[in-house]
């Protein structure tokens, strides 16, 4: 059980063009969903956390306009990145919880602006 | 501003020894999980504990949390190359809605 899957898992994008990564929860209602950044070799660093129906939080120095999230529904959540450069290239990954301890992550999306 | 402290942060050892990895806070946590990650890959969950004092063990790998609940430790005996990934602890700040905070992750190679 808790099978969170995402989609894309590569993506290649121009310039100043805008991305959507999806993240769903397959098997259960997420209540949360939280989206991540990582570096190569690094940890994980929270970008936002989503809660179905209402506007994300997002952490200090992520830009919000920037990286657009959307929690329609209680397995659905996206990640768009508006007018992405070379700097946003970057592994994402969502995770989901239903408010107990553990997040459930989903396989990430590698993301190439050129 | 909460933060764990995971150590060591990169580790090469040969296929059979044995090795522990640390995660220290002043925080107090109301749960601690440990989660394991392959290049390329999501982290996938390997345990949670919740209680000041837990032991919990899954194979060769054994996982205790502080009496405190300020800290942590994975274990792992008799290392064997299916072991070499990436090690993340992540404490549940009480009250923070599910908010995760993650050490700097601890990157395990172990040679055959």
């Known amino acids: 059980g808790a099978v969170v899957s995402q989609h894309p898992s590569r993506v290649i994008c121009k310039s100043g063009t805008s991305v959507k990564i999806e993240c769903r929860s397959l098997d259960f209602q997420a209540t949360t969903m939280f989206w991540y950044r990582q570096f190569p070799k690094q940890s994980l660093m929270l970008m936002a956390t989503s809660n179905e129906g209402s506007k994300a939080t997002y952490e200090q120095g992520v830009e919000k306009d920037k990286f657009l999230i959307n929690h329609a529904s209680l397995t659905l959540s996206t990640l768009t990145v508006t007018s992405a450069h070379p700097e946003d290239s970057s592994f994402y990954i969502c995770s989901a919880s239903w408010g107990a301890y553990e997040q459930y992550f989903g396989p990430g999306t590698r993301l190439t602006v050129t | 501003t909460q933060l764990l402290e995971q150590s060591p942060q990169f580790l090469s050892i040969q296929e059979g020894e044995n090795l522990t990895v640390y995660c220290n806070s002043s925080s107090v946590f109301s749960s601690l999980q440990w989660y394991r990650q392959e290049p390329g890959e999501g982290p996938v969950l390997l345990v949670t504990?919740?209680?000041?004092?837990e032991v919990k063990k899954l194979k060769r790998l054994t996982f205790q949390f502080g009496d405190a609940r300020k800290d942590s430790s994975l274990h792992i005996t008799a290392a064997q190359p299916g072991d070499t990934g990436l090690y993340l602890c992540?404490?549940?700040?009480?009250?923070?809605?599910?908010?995760?905070?993650f050490g700097q992750g601890t990157t395990l190679q172990v040679k055959p």
């Open positions: 992540a404490g549940a700040i009480t009250g923070n809605t599910g908010k995760l905070i």
């Open positions: 504990v919740v209680t000041g004092g």
